[in-house]
């Protein structure tokens, strides 16, 4: 079973930037789908950003397009999410995930295996 790991969180004024790490173990890396999802409070979790096996094929929110990015090092056996020109509504807890099936991708992005979180906070 994998297990997630994530770092990076912290706290930004608005316009900043910030990068999360996920770091994967157990598991079969390059196999794997890899996610990020947001959560803020009194909110559901949210779809942000995903990546396919080979990076060839990423998906995001239309809140986050062209301020997030994400990727993967297979040989860090990591994934990545770096946010820049953060708002005030990007605060929220983000969780990294895992699918090693195929059916991954959109709509549903449907991911089975889940890190603990990291909190972002943006202030005003």
């Known amino acids: 079973q994998v297990q997630l790991v994530e770092s990076g969180g912290g706290l930004v004024q608005a316009g900043g930037s910030l990068s999360l790490s996920c770091a994967a173990s157990g598991h079969t890396f390059s196999r794997y789908a890899m996610a990020w999802f947001r959560q803020a409070p009194g909110k559901e979790r949210e779809f942000v950003a995903a990546i396919g096996w080979s990076g060839d094929r990423r998906y995001y929110a239309d809140s986050v397009k062209g301020r997030f990015a994400i990727s993967r090092n297979h040989a860090k056996n990591t994934a990545y999410l770096q946010m820049i020109s953060l708002k005030p509504e990007d605060t929220a807890v983000y969780y990294c995930?895992?699918?090693?099936?195929?059916?991954?991708?959109?709509?549903?992005?449907?991911?089975?295996?889940w890190g603990q979180g990291t909190q972002v906070t943006v202030s005003s």
């Open positions: 995930a895992a699918q090693p099936t195929a059916a991954w991708g959109p709509p549903n992005f449907q991911f089975d295996y």
